[in-house]
C-alpha cells in the first residue's frame, strides 16, 4: 500500500515538496530556521527519503539502520523529538492531497504506523548518540591554498578531536550559507595533531563550495557533522587494492593510501588518477613521491581531453588495460560518470560487486551502502 500511493505521487514531486514545507512552514513557523534559505535540494531530498523508506519496507534490519542514521545525521540541523509529529502531520496531509482517489482511510492508517515508527528510531537514535559524541564540531581554518582549477586545499583545527576513518566523509557548514551542508572527504589517515585537510573544488553556482574556495580565509569557522561513509579499509582483509580516483575524489584515496602504509601491510595497491587535462592532475605529484617511498605502491595517471605520450586515455579504458582485477579489492571516488564506467569495466573484468567500494552519490545518508548481507545478495544476483 505504501509503495503504491508513492508511486501515485512521484510524478507530481514537486507539486507534492513545495505543497509540504509551505504547509509545515505555516503551521509550525519554528521549525524555518532548522532548514536552510535556499530549499531547492531539500525538497529532492524530501522525496528520496521517502522513496528509500517505502523501498525497505519489508527489510526491517535495514529500515531501522537506515532511519537511524536519518536521525544521528539530523541532530546537525537541531532536530528534536518535538519536531516529529509535525513533520509528520504535514507529510499525511501533503500525501492525502495529491494521492488523490487512491487515498482512504486505511492508507492513512498505514502511513500513521509507518511514521510512526521511523520517527520513534529516528529520535531514539539521536538521543542516544547525544549521550556519547557531539552534533558539529566547530572547526577554525589555520590553512588555505589555491591548487589552480577551481580546487583549494583548506586545513581546519576542530575546537574538539574529530573522529573519523581514513575514507570517510565529513557534512560541512559554512558561515556564508547556515544550514546549507555539503560533503567532503578528509585527504589522509587521522593525525596527531586533530587537523583535516580537504580538497574543495567551487562548483558553478555552488552555495557552499564557491565561498569556500574563494571567500574563506585563515581564522573563519566551520562545522562539520559527524563522520559517514562505509568506503574504508578492513583491517583483517589482505586483497591487494586497485583505487580509481577523478578530480577531488582523489582526497579519500589518498587518505586509504595513507592508511595503509601506516598498517604495514606488505599487500599491493594499485592507484589511476583521471583528469580532463594535465592541469587538472593537482594530486599526482603528491602520489607519485608517495609510491617512491613504497615499493607496494603504483601510481598511474590518464587525461581525456588532451594528447600526451604515456597519459592518453580515457581512465576506464585505462584500468582496463592493466587489468584484469578481478583478485583485487576496488575502491572508486570521483565524478560520477566516471566511477560508473569505471565499476563496470571492473565487473566486466570478474570483481565480484561486494568489492568494489565507492562513495554514495548525493546525499550519503540517503545513499549509504547497507548491511553486507544485502550486498551480498545483490552480488549473487549479477
Known sequence: MLRASVEVVSPLAGEVTVYFYAILFTRYPQVREL?????DVQRDRLLRGLLRIVDLVDDPD?????CARLGRDHRKFGALTGHYPAVGACLLDSLARFAGPVWSEE???AWTHAYGLIAHVMSQAAEEDAMVRPAVWPAEIIHHVQRGNGIAEITVRPQTPYPYMAGQYASMETPWQPR???YYSPAHAPRADATLTFHVRAVPGGQVSVPLVYQARVGD????GPAQGDMTLDPGANRDLVCIAGGTGLAPIQALVEQAARSGSQRFVDVFIGARTADELYGLDDMLRMSQRHHWLSVRAAVSHERIAGLEGNLPEVLRDFGPWYRHEAFLSGPVDMVTQAAQTLLRQ?????R????PFDVPVLEAALLPRRVEAEARQQ
Open 356 to 359: 568494489i567500494h565507492h562513495d
Open 350 to 354: 570478474g570483481v565480484s560487486p561486494a
Open 107 to 109: 492508507l492513512a492508517a
Open 180 to 182: 546549507a551542508w555539503r
Open 62 to 66: 535495514n529500515l531501522v539502520r537506515f
Open 35 to 39: 532548514f536552510p534559505v535556499n530549499l
Open 221 to 224: 569557522v566551520v562545522r562539520l
